[in-house]
């Protein structure tokens, strides 16, 4: 606490099961690349550099703290989960050490800080405040059989955090029972609250189509797009291999490696995409330690390179140009063979390979030699 500044918790509520949605309880489910409940604890850290706040108080089912890294940018104090949200809020109040408090669901990951300085610059001792938002549906109230117009304009949705002083809400929390929100308690304890702007993008995930909008959100790609040419020429007495595959033929591809013209476009094309130059640079012709060595493996070498770097195929077509042999039927060969070479990546689900003959007109269709076109798409987040 720094001067005469009120101190602050910043309770994030993050002790759920997650019972409707199903599975991993939605507060550890990852978006955008991190933990649900770690868009939150970065808006504490936000508020604790800018010495709005003294903590955090992260709220986590029974067992769970151990598993939390220590790696926020602020003093964290961890409390359990209890039975009902009461409970857990109670849990949270008694390990603070603030004058007050502001509760935050981890549910809702895009709360914009300008909503929490807000709630700060309008509570009081005896005023709480929370975030509200007008209703935009008409509304109606169903009982029984009848039903009657609610006037929208009266009508607003109420959002999280919500502000308090934490001794009287501590002691208003521990007379009531369970309550869908600490405001709700606040008030029936006679207790005064003042509202500030909500916002529409402070959403609470609680169903499957929740997530799905919250991924929209969140996962933010960089997708790019790289091409890659190769040509080798075709003489006797070598092995045409395409792909890894060796192919019947009484001609072969003349190069430094195998000459496997389909992964060295294929390669240069996924280099291009992540900016990281072209095989010739990476493994050039001169270096004694290159020859002969198969394709697979410097495209395998390459898929390792953009993979450690965060991206993954998106798709890859490939066009070979080529008169002799004849390799329309072999096409699904040389595919299968790609993906059982490298299931890791899928590239049986990410490719397609086509082929285009020479036509009899200039060097590939006299078999002088065989070229691949490749385009390359590849993407990751940008988290």
């Known amino acids: 606490m720094s001067g005469s500044r009120p101190s602050w918790s910043f309770v994030l509520m993050a002790a759920g099961s997650g019972r409707r949605m199903g599975g991993l309880p939605k507060q550890f489910r990852i978006l955008g690349g991190r933990p649900l409940w770690r868009w939150s604890a970065a808006v504490a850290e936000d508020l604790y550099s800018r010495g709005r ?32 949200r009461t409970d857990s809020v109670i849990n949270s109040l008694e390990v603070s050490s603030s004058e007050y408090v502001m509760i935050h669901d981890a549910a809702r990951p895009f709360l914009d800080v300008r909503i929490c300085l807000d709630l700060m610059d309008v509570v009081s001792d005896t005023r ?29 949705r109420t959002q ?16 009531s029972g369970s309550a869908t929100d600490e405001a709700s308690v606040w008030l029936t304890a006679s207790g005064e609250l003042a509202r500030v702007p909500g916002d529409e993008k402070n959403f609470k995930i609680t169903s499957e189509f929740d997530w799905l909008i919250a991924r929209s959100i969140a996962d933010r790609r960089e997708i790019r797009t790289g091409y890659g040419y190769d040509v080798h020429e075709l003489i006797p007495g070598r092995r045409l291999v395409l792909g890894g595959l060796e192919i019947p033929s009484p001609l072969g591809l003349l190069g430094h490696s195998d000459a496997d013209v389909l992964c060295h476009a294929i390669s240069d094309a996924l280099l291009g995409a992540a900016g990281r130059g072209d095989i010739g640079t990476l493994f050039p012709a001169a270096d004694e330690r290159y020859r002969d060595i198969k394709s697979t493996v410097i495209m395998e070498r390459v898929l390792e390179s953009i993979s450690e770097n965060g991206w993954e195929i998106v798709w890859i077509d490939a066009t070979l140009v ?14 299968h063979n790609l993906g059982t070479h490298f299931t890791v990546y899928r590239l049986m689900d990410k490719m397609n390979i086509k082929v285009k003959s020479g036509e009899y007109v200039g060097g590939v269709g006299r078999a002088e030699y065989m070229a691949c076109h490749a385009v390359a798409t590849i993407q990751r987040s940008e988290e």
């Open 128 to 156: 709480g405040a929370i975030p509200l938002l007008p209703s935009v549906d008409s509304l109606k109230r169903v009982d029984g059989d009848v039903i009657t117009v609610i006037p929208r304009e009266s009508v607003y």
């Open 160 to 175: 999280t955090p919500q502000a308090f002083r934490r001794a009287p809400l501590l002691e208003a929390l521990s007379r």
């Open 53 to 84: 706040i003294d903590e955090l108080v992260l709220v986590l089912p029974q067992g769970c703290a151990g598993e939390i890294a220590g790696d926020l940018a602020c003093p964290v104090v961890y409390a359990p989960g209890g039975r009902e």
């Open 322 to 335: 080529a008169q002799v042999p004849r390799l329309g039927s072999l096409l699904s060969e040389v595919l």
